[in-house]
Each structure stands twice: as structure tokens, then as C-alpha cells.
């Protein structure tokens, strides 16, 4: 079992940018493929962007390519999402997430372990 802390959002302006993290502790967290979704009011969680165990392959919504980097350190037990050009409609909670799987996993279902979430609000 995992668990998982994110941190790092915040208000910021169109524009900007913000760096989440996620930490993890509990069994070994290179066993995990990781994720990083979102979720605005109103609307379904959605997978903003993916990492395999090994941080060797990405996966990313088509809407955030170019401006959202996912990325992890398996030493500081500790995945990022680096978010550039941030605009309104990326406002939301934005949760990590664990998978077991070796490789990305681009679903809700093939992950197994979730955080809290982290508020991020970009004003216009």
C-alpha cells in the first residue's frame, strides 16, 4: 500500500505557472506507475498525465501537451507535474495517483491508490 500527498497549488494568473508535487510513502514507490488527474466542478476527473515506473514514458491529454510536464524522482519518492501557460480553464482539483501497472495507465481504473487533491485556481 501507498500513500500519497500532493501539494503545491495556489491562485495563479493566466499565464503563470505552478509545480505540483506528490509525495509518497508506505511500500517502494518505484513499484507504482503514476498519474496525475483533475477534476473542475461540475465535470468528470480526467487524466491530465501519466508516467510508467521507470519515468522512461509519458502520456498526456492532447490539451495539455506542450504545457504540462510529468516527471518523478524514485529516490525522493516523489512525483511532479509541472504546469506552464496555465490558462482558466485549468482550474481544479488536482489529484495523484498510484498504479500498479509497469507501464502508463491512462484510466481512472487501473489506478489503486489516490491523494487528496490540491486546489488550483487560474484567474484571468
Known amino acids: 500500500q501507498v500513500q500519497l500527498v500532493e501539494s503545491g497549488g495556489g491562485l495563479v494568473q493566466a499565464g503563470g505557472s505552478l509545480r505540483l508535487s506528490c509525495a509518497a510513502s508506505?511500500?517502494?514507490?518505484?513499484?507504482?506507475?503514476m498519474g496525475w488527474f483533475r477534476q473542475a466542478p461540475g465535470k468528470e476527473r480526467e487524466l491530465v498525465a501519466a508516467i510508467s515506473r521507470s519515468g522512461r514514458t509519458t502520456y498526456y491529454l492532447d490539451s495539455m501537451k506542450g504545457r504540462f510536464t510529468i516527471s518523478r524522482d524514485n529516490v525522493k519518492n516523489t512525483a511532479y507535474l509541472q504546469m506552464n501557460s496555465l490558462k482558466p480553464e485549468d482550474t481544479a482539483v488536482y489529484y495523484c495517483?498510484?498504479?500498479?501497472?509497469?507501464?502508463?495507465?491512462?484510466?481512472?481504473?487501473?489506478?489503486?491508490?489516490w491523494g487528496q487533491g490540491t486546489q488550483v485556481t487560474v484567474s484571468s
Open positions: 495517483a498510484a498504479s500498479t501497472r509497469i507501464m502508463v495507465a491512462t484510466t481512472s481504473l487501473e489506478y489503486n491508490y
Open positions: 508506505g511500500r517502494t514507490f518505484s513499484s507504482y506507475a
